[in-house]
Nanobody, 126 residues
């Protein structure tokens, strides 16, 4: 099992920045990809960004491209989501996810990720 714990959420004004972190623990040996999803009230959980173990491949949803950047520090078993130019529509609970079976051709859907964190709230005010 892999346990994921998110941190860094909070309240920001539009145009501001936040950096989310997700620390993995437990069975972390091996090369696992990590990603971020988000879920706004009344909406389905949607993909935000993901990164392979090496960092050589990243994915980013069109609605955050150019504003959000995903990175990871394997020495710390941690993935980061740098969120800039925040908009009120970015308000959501952000979830970290991980899986060992993701490759460059994997579709970025919830079912592609086996391990999930509890989420961290991000609220952007206008």
């Amino acid at each position: 099992q892999v346990q994921l714990v998110e941190s860094g959420g909070g309240l920001k004004q539009a145009g501001g920045s936040l950096r989310l972190s997700c620390a993995a623990s437990g069975r972390t040996a091996g090369t696992y990809a990590m990603g971020w999803f988000r879920q706004a009230p009344g909406k389905e959980r949607e993909f935000v960004a993901a990164i392979t173990w090496s960092g050589g491949t990243t994915w980013c949803a069109n609605y955050v491209k150019g504003r959000f950047t995903i990175s990871r520090d394997n020495a710390k078993n941690t993935v980061y989501l740098q969120m800039n130019s925040l908009k009120p529509e970015d308000t959501a609970v952000y979830y970290c996810a991980a899986d060992y079976s993701i490759g460059p051709n994997t579709r970025m859907t919830m079912t592609s990720f086996r391990y999930w964190g509890q989420g961290t709230q991000v609220t952007v005010s206008s």
